[in-house]
């Protein structure tokens, strides 16, 4: 028999060929069902018989046509649940649900495949997410390629930020898999579980977008071009796998609902239940001075080690200290910081978990420093002086600071790349880029933050709540923009939300009489999400309220609102056009903590005097 032909009395099918030679979901080869021929009949003299086999043979037709129309009906049905690859016919097909991504061709041929059976909804999530690494996986191995041959600092230094970002956005798809292997859909009743499904996926692809943002400090060249031409299909993969995971968080396992879910319909109401993380007993160690315990009697913190440049504590270095705290630790760990200046680069690695730092207030322990993207080999996102990716940190009663100054242009105070991060009465010092609330889920309470342009910025899900947000004199020619969102796709949970919070200039902004023109942020990507609610804005702010990027950039995506500002500066009679006033105090619950960073399953735990709520 020739090769590639099937013997009539065959039925074959084959395999599904998993990537990378796993064997996972792989069927035999050459399973071949046989079917039986027919055979002749023998003629008979006897009319009876004749008769008899005469409806013999219809009897035996009719269980033919039953044997072959069961299955066909099972494999119709199967086919309208998930559908076949490329078909477009019945609402759960295939093409029905990769219509729900921004990239829906990418999607079905990303997804396809002849010999794939998967009728469920989980599964195909779980394939897209796969396929994703995969691609994030290809373009680790560019990044090595290209950064071997490379000499020009500039480009080591964003290459360098490629390596860190993309190690991180497989961990998070890595992590989303490990979540979805015990998420169980029957009930729907997995709120928290299917939120944190989305704020991984959410940080995958910032994390990705990073690492081409990173080239944009970068003259254009053979590394740029190919670092952005394999970039691109890799955002477009995570765009979908992100897509199709809050279709799974808004549909469920029912894929006839898959149809109602439009990629363009905006921030999903998350639900936050019960849970949280566990944490140790109250106490202050009889060692410290009297001055001390009083001090940290009145904190809800129980402290493990002191750092003190006197010497009166265990360390004298913040990061040394930081380094010795235990890894992966499911209490908290706390470094209290005696008041003093504290110079240098201070990073949170991402196994100090559930780590506090606590100082003795704002402008009483200082750290400081001034990397900018001045310097060699320095990028926006290498400059912050506090880096903390630890999920569960809290931050509490210090101030960060970046000097470098309004000429040396970004200049990060501090990046926070960490989930269930919290920092109380904290103030944050820099010019441009103050503040990069980079990825996943942030809370600020009673804090400041002071800058020029773009001095909050990044592509966490982060609320503000009772800040204050204070402009800084500029250089010459520039303006001040208070915010500039990083969301770079609608189904991304992200965003940055202020309650209740204080815009204005600081002692010496004031006294300058206002010569600077004072927008409350502008789109920094396509789909930009910022929202001022019940909060004051001073007379520094224009009439207009936002400002664009550049022309129509992000317009008609981005989404741009206040609900009741108050203040010299909240009139909304010459606001932009783009912009929204919500009137609606409903419309505003999804911007709640409680909603919008699931904060009633963590934040209590760490004790912030927060509202969930957004006071009404």
């Known amino acids: 028999m020739a090769s590639g032909q099937t013997p009539d009395a065959l039925k074959c099918y084959g395999k599904l060929h998993a990537p990378n030679g796993s064997s996972e979901n792989v069927l035999p080869a050459n399973n071949c069902i046989p079917i039986m021929s027919k055979g002749s009949q023998q003629k008979s003299s006897s009319r009876r018989r004749l008769l008899t086999i005469g409806f013999l043979c219809l009897l035996l037709v009719g269980i033919v046509c039953s044997a072959i129309a069961i299955p066909l009906s099972m494999k119709n049905n199967n086919a309208s649940k998930l559908g076949t690859p490329g078909s477009n016919n019945g609402p759960g097909t295939l093409a029905t649900v990769c219509n729900a991504t921004l990239y829906p061709e990418l999607c079905e041929q990303s997804l396809q495949n002849e010999n794939d059976t998967t009728t469920d909804s989980t599964a195909l999530v779980q394939k897209s997410v796969k396929v994703a690494s995969y691609r994030v996986t290809d373009m680790q191995t560019t990044v090595t390629n290209l950064s071997s041959s490379e000499t020009n600092s500039t480009i080591l230094a964003a290459l360098r930020d490629c390596q860190e970002v993309l190690d991180d956005t497989l961990e998070l798809l890595n992590g989303t898999l490990q979540e979805m292997s015990s998420l169980n859909l029957t009930f729907l009743q997995q709120p928290e579980q299917l939120d944190t499904l989305l704020t991984l996926m959410s940080a995958a692809l910032t994390d990705h977008t990073t690492c081409l943002d990173g080239f944009e400090e970068v003259a254009n060249g053979t ?19 992100l897509a199709l995971v809050s279709g799974l968080a808004a549909a469920g396992d029912d894929l006839n609902k898959w149809k109602d879910f439009l990629h363009g319909r905006g921030l999903r109401e998350s639900q936050a239940g019960p849970g949280g993380h566990r944490y140790g007993a109250s106490g ?6 009297m001055k001390t315990r009083r001090f940290l009697s009145s904190s809800p913190y129980k402290v493990d080690v002191v750092v003190a440049l006197d010497g009166s504590g265990k360390y004298k270095s913040i990061q040394k200290a930081i380094d010795d705290a235990p890894e992966k630790s499911d209490k908290l760990y706390v470094i209290y910081i005696k008041k003093g200046t504290y110079s240098g680069q201070f990073i949170v690695p991402k196994k100090k978990t559930n780590l506090v730092l606590l100082g003795d207030g704002i402008g009483k322990t200082i750290l400081t420093g001034k990397l900018n993207v001045k310097m060699e080999g320095i990028t926006t996102f290498l400059s912050a002086t506090l880096i903390v990716k630890a999920p569960g ?4 009663d210090f101030t960060v600071r970046n000097t470098a100054g309004p000429e040396k242009e970004q200049a990060v105070a501090m990046r926070v790349s960490a989930d269930k991060a919290v920092f109380w009465r904290c103030s944050f010092e820099a010019y441009q880029d103050t503040l990069y609330a980079h990825s996943l889920r942030q809370f600020y309470y009673d804090c400041t933050v002071k800058g020029t342009v773009d001095f909050m910025f990044g592509n966490g899900a982060a609320v503000f709540q009772k800040c204050k947000l204070l402009a800084r004199l500029p250089m010459q020619g520039q303006q001040i923009t208070f915010t500039a969102q990083g969301r770079t796709d609608p189904n991304q949970n992200t965003g940055l939300i202020f309650h ?19 927008y409350m942020g502008r789109p920094w990507k396509l789909y930009s999400r910022t929202v001022f609610l019940k909060s004051y804005l001073g007379k520094l702010i224009d009439p207009e309220g936002w400002l664009i990027w550049v022309g129509d950039w992000a317009l008609k995506t981005c989404y741009y609102a206040e609900y009741q500002s108050w ?21 505003t619950r999804q911007f709640s903590p409680s909603k919008f960073i699931g904060a009633n399953s963590w934040l209590p735990a760490t004790k912030v005097p927060a509202s969930s709520t957004i006071y009404y």
């Open 223 to 241: 590394v740029k071009d190919k670092l952005i031409e394999h970039g691109v299909s890799v955002d477009q993969l995570l765009s979908n796998a």
């Open 284 to 289: 202050v160690p009889k060692w410290m001075s």
């Open 393 to 396: 940190f809290i931050g509490k």
């Open 500 to 518: 209740s919070c204080i815009l204005d200039g600081d002692k010496d902004f004031l006294a300058s009489g206002f010569s600077v023109r004072s």
């Open 567 to 587: 203040g010299p500066g909240s009139s909304a009679k010459e606001r932009v056009s783009w912009s929204r006033q919500i009137t609606s105090a409903d419309a």
